[in-house]
């Protein structure tokens, strides 16, 4: 009997199925390493088109140059009043400098071409600063750096082209020779770009940063974790240990999995018509974009505090009720610290999901230009994800440079948070 069973199993017709599921296996194998493959190039496609475009944002060319703080200009009257000072006219005191610095150039227009070698607007309140700060600066002579106009910069970066026909550059053949003369004498000069994390947004490429953006996204998030991680955990330990079971119950579990699933600007029209429409919250405050945010969190939040909370073996809980501990004692004391890696687990990854967030931030208004960095939670305030909204709108080369640059810190600040995530994940969690 067992040498026909043998035959029928190294028959031929039994070897060519046999043949034909090892061939299924191996294009099975090839299709999800091929799949890996493709997920593995889109990444890194994804990668180096981010950061090959926005980290030469991390750097900028700056001028040094020495500015006259001529008094007849800057405070005629010598009250050294700081109001009066800050309304005088910087501007031309710094076009006195470059003046100076080539007094060969007197035509009119070569002057102002000469002027928008450095920042127009940059310079002149670099000055402003330091007089308004320091009204007896006046009548002195300062050597400053002020930041390079932002085609300039993109000159020296290489994303201006010089043998194209000048009527096609942004930069004029004479502009080019100041800035290469300049460079040369070591006036001009590439640094760390500070600006780009310490001041907040501008209309000049040059000039504007991320400050404002980063302050109302961590108060943004401050607010989200303060009300998803708390009403989140309760909720699900509510309905995985002390909820009846019956259909309402059934319905509210249905109705938390299919939040989780809800395209993330329905949540945005729900701020723009509860919170601001009809309660008057303020628009565009890190207050309402917080609350509307934790709304999208709270069903991810749920849904991996019930997972941990079921992954902690019943052992754990019965045995805490046979010794003479109460259902809130043998849920608190026991159950809930032994399931705390998985939930912070899973509420880190809610927090980084909500921080990638734009569409119900542009809901509930958080597209205003915010130009000073907010203190609280209720003045205009802005994100990093609808700060890279805003500048990808721009089409000029600088700010796509800034908008990558934006990109690579949120993905930064999404990485860590993420890791995070995992080691405490690996650190903390025990194995039954």
Not at 35 to 45: E, G, N, S, T, Y
Not at 140 to 150: E, G
Not at 215 to 237: D, S, W, Y
């Amino acid at each position: 009997m067992m040498a026909n069973d043998t035959s029928i199993h190294a028959s031929e017709t039994a070897l060519k199925r046999l043949k034909k599921r090892h061939a299924k296996e191996r294009r099975f194998k090839a299709m999800g390493i091929f799949a890996c493959i493709l997920a593995v190039i889109a990444l890194l496609w994804l990668l180096i088109s981010v950061v090959g475009t926005g980290y030469k944002a991390f750097y900028q060319h700056d001028m040094t140059i020495k500015v006259e703080l001529t008094e007849s200009i800057l405070d005629p009257q010598g009250e050294r009043d700081p109001d009066k000072l800050r309304a005088a006219n910087y501007r031309r005191i710094v076009q006195n400098s470059m003046y100076e610095r080539f007094p060969n150039v007197t035509d009119r227009k070569d002057r102002r071409e000469l002027f928008d070698v450095i920042s127009t607007s940059g310079a002149p309140n670099a000055v402003r600063q330091m007089v308004y700060k320091d009204p007896s600066l006046v009548g002195q002579t300062l050597t400053l750096r002020v930041p390079t106009s932002d085609n300039v910069d993109q000159l020296l970066k290489g994303n201006i082209d010089r043998t194209l026909p000048e009527d096609r550059r942004k930069v004029s053949n004479q502009q080019i020779a100041w800035v290469d003369a300049l460079v040369e004498s070591g006036e001009i000069k590439s640094r760390f770009n500070t600006r780009f994390f310490t001041n907040t947004d501008s209309r000049d490429a040059e000039l504007a940063g991320i400050a404002s953006a980063l302050a109302g996204t961590a108060m943004t998030l401050m607010i989200t974790f303060m009300l998803a991680f708390p009403i989140g955990v309760g909720a699900a330990l509510w309905l995985d240990e002390f909820a009846p079971k019956n259909k309402f119950v059934d319905f509210i579990e249905i109705n938390i999995n299919n939040l989780a699933a809800v395209p993330s600007i329905v949540f945005g029209l729900l701020g723009l018509a509860v919170l601001l429409n009809f309660m008057g919250m303020p628009r565009s405050a890190p207050i309402v974009g917080g609350i509307v945010l934790a709304l999208r969190t709270f069903p991810t939040v749920i849904i991996a505090t019930r997972s941990a909370l079921r992954a902690v073996p019943p052992s754990i809980r019965d045995g805490a009720l046979s010794v003479g501990a109460s259902h809130v004692q043998a849920v608190f004391h026991h159950k809930l610290p032994l399931a705390a890696p998985g939930i912070l687990t899973g509420s880190i990854i809610g927090m980084a999901q909500a921080l990638g967030e734009t569409a119900p931030l542009l809901m509930i208004g958080m597209v205003a230009f915010v130009t000073e960095i907010p203190t609280n939670v209720t003045e205009p305030a802005t994100a990093l994800p609808v700060q890279i909204f805003l500048w990808s709108d721009s089409a000029e080369r600088a700010w796509a440079e800034r908008t990558s640059a934006a990109i690579i810190c949120l993905l930064t600040v999404l990485i860590i948070m993420n890791g995070i995530a995992i080691w405490l994940r690996n650190r903390l969690e025990k194995r039954w």
